[in-house]
């Protein structure tokens, strides 16, 4: 199991009317807000070597203003994100290529248009599947590459590759001196399917929390600025989680913002994007359409702060 590396800077906050403190040990994530001053720790885990393993837990230390040495887990989990909404893209063609040669690659099929399956045609004209091979070159000696590349490798990217159709007999074509270049529109995945970050568990929170925010947000590795999206769909985004902490899910919902209760439906259509649930210990945050896949997720940040959000009316009732 691979250790996550932290970073253990920390400010200090005035004292408010809570006792506020923060004890820096091995594996702190998890920060106390005092008025008008947040402190947080970070987990980076992603470096240096790009790795991440979801699951194994965080073992922290933090103190909500009564016993010293409460010992507060983190634990993200992954989950399979298997997209089903669509968008387009041009990819690069070459037509007119000539000749008769055979291989043993298997060809990859662009469907239909108005077929089910990805990637399709997207033109009305082309109701039939276009089946040929990926060249990484558009050179006259150019062959179908081996094997082909999966069509996320081509999509990172697509301006690399070209697409020739087969003969009619199943043989390949080489690029010539007739041969002309053009694009072809197909749909494709929004998003390529990935294991992300599907949820985010804290438990052992001890009972002096109850009555205060906890807020938990994403950074990547090149921009500690700007957080990372946790949950996306129908044009909207999550890049924030809220919930009051008092141990009884019944009376408290997430919110998608820290500074007022926003419920996290989106723009359009009536499927939250994030959910949470409490125990008189812990606190889960779980989130419908996964954005942060692991090796985008660089550093994951929990912090608390006096409530400003309350518990909400209701999970999707407001946008």
Request: neutral net charge.
């Amino acid at each position: 199991m691979s250790l996550l590396n932290l970073n253990t800077s920390a400010g200090r906050g005035p004292r408010s009317k809570k006792s506020l403190k923060m004890f820096m040990g091995a594996g702190l994530l998890v920060a106390v807000l005092g008025i008008g001053s947040t402190l947080a720790a970070n987990i980076t885990l992603n470096s240096p070597e790009g790795t991440s393993e979801f699951g194994q837990g965080v073992t922290q230390t933090i103190y909500c203003g009564a016993e010293e040495g409460a010992i507060v887990k983190v634990t993200p989990a992954s989950a399979y994100s298997n997209a089903t909404t669509t968008k387009p893209l041009t990819i690069n063609t070459i037509t007119n290529a000539s000749g008769s040669y055979t291989t043993s690659v298997s060809p990859v099929t662009l469907y239909g248009y108005g077929s089910s399956n990805l990637p399709s045609l997207t033109a009305s004209a082309n109701t039939s599947p276009k089946i040929g091979w990926w060249y990484n070159s558009s050179t006259s000696n150019s062959t179908p590459m081996s094997p082909q590349p999966s069509f996320e490798t081509v999509y990172g990217s697509v301006s690399s590759y070209w697409f020739i159709e087969r003969n009619s007999d199943g043989t390949y074509k080489k690029p010539g001196g007739s041969s002309s270049f053009g694009t072809l529109a197909i749909k494709i995945s929004d998003e390529l399917s990935n294991f992300k970050l599907g949820k985010v568990t804290i438990s052992n929170i001890p009972a002096a929390c109850t009555g205060v925010d906890f807020v938990l947000s994403s950074y990547g590795a090149t921009s500690d600025q700007v957080a990372q999206t946790l949950s996306s769909g129908a044009s909207s985004a999550i890049k924030e989680a809220a919930v009051l902490w008092n141990g009884n899910s019944s009376t408290t919902y997430p919110s998608r913002s820290r500074t007022s209760f926003v419920a996290p439906k989106p723009s359009s259509g009536s499927t939250c994007l994030l959910s949470s649930e409490q125990t008189s210990t812990s606190l889960t945050f779980t989130f419908t359409s996964p954005n942060i896949s692991a090796a985008q997720l660089n550093k994951l940040v929990v912090e608390t702060q006096e409530d400003a959000i309350g518990a909400g009316t209701s999970s999707c009732s407001n946008s």
